[in-house]
């Protein structure tokens, strides 16, 4: 199997990349950068790419967008992430659409070389390897955004323009309806959000941050 290594320790790099030439895989490039991953694999057409989340230029998400890029333009090369930390939105994205061929891997996990291996053996196989914290914050998050997803196309748009500030009155002009129709528009969100009437809680404030967390 033919493996390109992004990582931007020298010496992480340099261990994965004897890790997995000792155990017989042949690494065809290892780098340092997110823009050099992109262009290594669209040269060399490996089996598989293995890619630190946190990489130059910004070393935030650049490694992870830059394997969302790879699988768009080739969708043949395997993809196995490696992170310090779960970066829930991208891995969403990775994991959306058709996961043959993905894995998603903390970095503590390399430490156990015989599992970290098989990992790398399956997903160029087009298996899959997800860590269970991985698995764990995912699910999570689906839990937390199930119940904006019980809201009406209209009532997310409500609640959209209650994100952005706006009275009931200034809804309704915005979106061309009656007061009276706005307000049951906001008593139903309030309702599948779970958000019941108390005398310490702002059910608005409440309803706003939901959404805000949903589409963070």
Do not use: C
């Not at 490694?63 to 196995?80: F, K, M």
């Not at 061309?176 to 049951?184: D, L, M, Q, W």
């Not at 108390?198 to 309803?207: G, P």
């Amino acid at each position: 199997m033919r493996i390109v290594i992004a990582e931007d320790s020298v010496l992480l790099r340099a261990g994965i990349t004897r890790l997995l030439t000792d155990a017989g895989f042949d690494v065809v490039a290892a780098v340092g950068d997110a823009a050099a991953l992109v262009e290594v694999v669209g040269r060399l057409h490996p089996e598989l790419a293995v890619v630190d989340v946190r990489m130059p230029p910004t070393l935030t998400d650049d490694g992870l967008r830059a394997a969302l890029t790879i699988r768009e333009r080739q969708p043949s090369v395997a993809i196995l992430v490696l992170s310090q930390y779960v970066e829930e939105r991208y891995a969403t994205d990775l994991l959306a659409g058709d996961t043959a061929g993905i894995g998603y891997l903390l970095k503590d996990r390399v430490a156990d070389v015989g599992d970290f291996v098989e990992a790398v053996r399956r997903v160029g196989a087009g298996g899959t390897a997800l860590d269970a914290e991985v698995v764990a914050q995912l699910l999570a998050r689906s839990r937390r955004r199930d119940p904006l997803e019980r809201l009406t196309a209209r009532e997310r748009e409500v609640l959209a323009l209650m994100a952005e500030g706006r009275t009931n009155a200034a809804i309704a002009k915005a979106l061309v309806v009656g007061a009276g129709a706005v307000e049951k528009h906001v008593n139903s969100i309030f309702t599948k959000l779970d958000l019941t009437a108390t005398e310490d809680d702002n059910r608005r404030v409440l309803a706003v941050l939901r959404w805000l967390e949903g589409e963070a």
